[in-house]
């Protein structure tokens, strides 16, 4: 029965089982070479390249050298035929030829027999017959001959140039001294090379040791860093190099890490610091109330702890404020054009004469996240409000490129020194932390930190009398 050709395939549109293997297989080999050191790879490769040049150049130097070696005996043959056809041209050849250099020599007349012959050559037999000492004469060029029909061992390199009178001149040289030389040469870097690939691979292997040295150090240093030893860093290579910008590159990330975590640490403290008093209040007004119910207003209670409940709630809003700016690293939640003068307009109306508003000709766009910016004039509103007497003056115009939103009070004021401090989270100055109305002391660092966040910057300044806020926005 013949064997169904498609037994071998699974199902349909699935690719044979032997590619599947060989997938597999594949697969294997690269999850073992990765699960390999950096060390023994980079070793390794950089052995393999290395070994494949030192093939490549053993095998260019045995053939530089052959042709080396061949062009020297093809000159010598050439020079030794060219003094022999002198002296046959001057009639002067002597009866007996020497080769001191022992290159055979024959002279041939034209009918073939051989009038002059270096000792130990054979003087009735020619190393060529007339057809093949045709052909090298028409070639210009020396060609290998077989020696062991002449009772010569080895094979020949031959050359033949013509003379006088039709006598042809023929010259000979063993081969066998180039073929050991190779020979010789081939041994030794068959020998050689593989050794000093050795060698060279035990010295990458040191080398990369040595290169990757500090990466071990950092890992130490990176395994020493805990939770209690948030402050430490890593260690840094005297050398400048890539190691080196790494090390530099980690240690300012651990120091924004420590940064954030003491920003965060400190966020939480005074959160809890800021949830006590309301808490504490909340909960004594209502034991009081349950400890005395029959002498106690309830309608009183109600409102004392309505007021502690909405000034829980305005922190809980403004920590989450701060958590949303904080998540998107300084970046705008949505970016889209907003007419801020509109949105200005909108916002003053809300608080109807203890506000009032200056806006300027035109349509005033920037481009944003309108419910932040709504915030940021809401914040700076109900601060001013806090601390003044007049009604608060919001005022928007174009400077250049910025549009510039102003809100001034005739309150006391922020003395110079404390104008940046009061852009922390949690300060709040001595004066409002007397009173009730202060706030947790966010509204401010929620406002920079959205400004920034649009591209602009905000300041307090002096408005003799009061203190004015002024928030620069590029426009779109």
Request: charged fraction near 25%; glycine fraction near 10%.
């Amino acid at each position: 029965m013949a064997a169904d050709p498609h037994s071998q395939q699974g199902p349909k549109g699935s690719p044979p089982a032997d590619t599947r293997e060989e997938g597999r297989a594949g697969r294997r080999t690269a999850g073992w070479w990765r699960r390999k050191s950096l060390r023994f790879r980079l070793t390794a490769v950089a052995a393999a390249v290395l070994g494949a040049a030192l093939a490549l150049s053993a095998y260019v130097m045995i053939g530089v050298l052959g042709r080396s070696l061949l062009a020297t005996i093809d000159d010598s043959l050439y020079q030794r035929a060219r003094d022999v056809v002198s002296l046959t041209d001057a009639e002067r050849l002597p009866d007996e030829l020497t080769s001191p250099d022992g290159i055979l020599v024959q002279v041939i007349d034209g009918a073939g027999r051989i009038t002059h012959a270096t000792t130990g050559t054979d003087r009735l037999v020619p190393l060529l017959n007339p057809g093949e000492r045709a052909a090298v004469i028409r070639e210009d060029r020396a060609r290998f001959l077989d020696g062991a029909p002449y009772g010569i061992p080895h094979m020949l390199r031959a050359r033949v140039l013509s003379a006088d009178r039709g006598l042809t001149v023929v010259v000979a040289r063993p081969f066998s001294e180039v073929q050991a030389s190779l020979t010789t040469a081939g041994h030794v870097l068959l020998v050689g090379t593989p050794l000093l690939l050795m060698l060279l691979a035990g010295a990458g292997w040191v080398i990369v040791g040595r290169t990757l040295r500090p990466i071990a150090a950092l890992r130490r240093g990176a395994e020493d860093i805990t939770d209690t030893a948030r402050s430490r860093r890593l260690p840094v290579p005297e050398a400048h190099d890539e190691v080196h910008s790494l090390a530099v590159t980690l240690n300012d990330m651990l120091a924004r890490l420590e940064k954030a975590d003491a920003r965060q640490r400190a966020l939480v403290s005074d959160a809890a610091h800021e949830l006590r008093s309301p808490l504490a209040s909340i909960r004594l007004q209502l034991e009081v109330a349950l400890g005395h119910p029959h002498g106690q207003d309830w309608q009183e209670t109600a409102e004392g702890v309505l007021e502690d409940t909405m000034r829980l709630a305005r922190l809980a809003e403004d920590l989450l404020a701060l958590a949303r700016l904080d998540e998107r690293g300084g970046a705008l939640g949505r970016r889209e054009p907003v007419e801020l003068d509109e949105l200005v307009s909108q916002t003053v109306e809300r608080y109807g004469g203890t506000v009032t508003m200056e806006i300027g000709d035109g349509p005033i766009v920037i481009a944003g996240d309108a419910l932040d910016l709504g915030r940021v004039l809401v914040n700076l509103v109900d601060n001013a409000l806090r601390h003044t007497h007049a009604p608060v003056a919001v005022a928007l115009r174009v400077e250049g490129a910025d549009a510039v939103l102003s809100v001034t009070d005739d309150g006391p004021g922020i003395p110079e020194p404390d104008r940046e401090r009061v852009f922390d989270r949690f300060t709040r100055l001595d004066s409002a932390r007397s009173r009730d109305e202060g706030g947790a002391g966010l509204g401010l660092a929620i406002v920079r930190e959205t400004v920034n966040a649009h591209g602009g910057a905000v300041h307090l300044e002096d408005a003799s009398p009061g203190l004015r806020a002024v928030v620069r926005l590029p426009l779109s």
